[in-house]
């Protein structure tokens, strides 16, 4: 509700409005909201802001082709994505200040990642085995600069990719869980299964017209959960 304080030169009350819970979804396309017809009403950070209501100021910091290595390598399809960390988002969701961030990063890391994990103790790997979950801790834990300590809810589980996506039936989310899980417990963040809950609309064929990014109805079901664990009791 509205607070009343006392003005310091008039001595009359002065209306002032509690501040607004301030809310960074970080990510790649898929938080961006790339492939929707209606991609500013329909991603699931704005959906997130409707289900919140006026009490919150969701922010939408997606970056399309975005992971969380600083300097990636070529995986084996020889696309590589580029750092969330190099661009304007990232530079606006640190300055936003948020008290809570929900990340979904990591998809585009995925067959880098699974060069990393496979190679990564023989010296065949174009990156040291470890250097995820330590780029991704790093990135992370510079939301705390200035001693600002907001709350993290982390993807734990990626979403599914539909029938049509290269990816589909490969390992690489579920390699890549257990360093999510690395990186949840050094940061303190709270994780979510985005996974499960859209397998069932991964097995449609409206799910992605591409086979990866999820439309309107699934970011529907991502804002949803997120809504949830955002307002359960801590």
Not at 87 to 111: H, K, M, T
Not at 198 to 224: C, S
Request: aromatic fraction near 8%; hydrophobic fraction near 35%.
């Amino acid at each position: 509700g509205v607070a009343l304080v006392v003005g310091c030169v008039t001595g009359r009350p002065v209306e002032t409005r509690p501040q607004k819970v301030r809310v960074a979804c970080i990510g790649d396309s898929i938080t961006w909201g790339y492939a929707m017809t209606n991609r500013v009403e329909e991603c699931y950070p704005s959906q997130l802001q409707r289900l919140l209501g006026d009490g919150y100021d969701v922010r939408n910091f997606g970056d399309p082709g975005s992971g969380v290595y600083s300097r990636p390598k070529r995986g084996p399809s020889g696309w590589r994505p580029h750092p969330w960390r190099s661009g304007g988002q990232a530079r606006a969701a640190y300055g936003f200040r948020p008290d809570i961030v929900v990340c979904n990063l990591g998809i585009n890391d995925a067959e880098i990642f699974m060069n990393e994990f496979v190679h990564g103790e023989d010296g065949r790997a174009d990156t040291e085995r470890g250097l995820f979950c330590r780029e991704y801790i790093d990135l992370l834990n510079a939301f705390g600069a200035g001693g600002k300590s907001p709350r993290i809810i982390l993807w734990r589980r990626l979403g599914p990719t539909g029938k049509r996506h290269q990816l589909k039936g490969k390992p690489f989310a579920f390699v890549m869980e257990a360093d999510l899980e690395r990186v949840a417990a050094a940061v303190g963040a709270e994780t979510i299964d985005m996974y499960s809950p859209l397998v069932a609309y991964a097995e449609t064929d409206d799910f992605a017209a591409d086979g990866i990014h999820p439309e309107g109805g699934a970011q529907r079901v991502i804002a949803e959960i997120i809504a949830r664990q955002i307002l359960r009791p801590r």
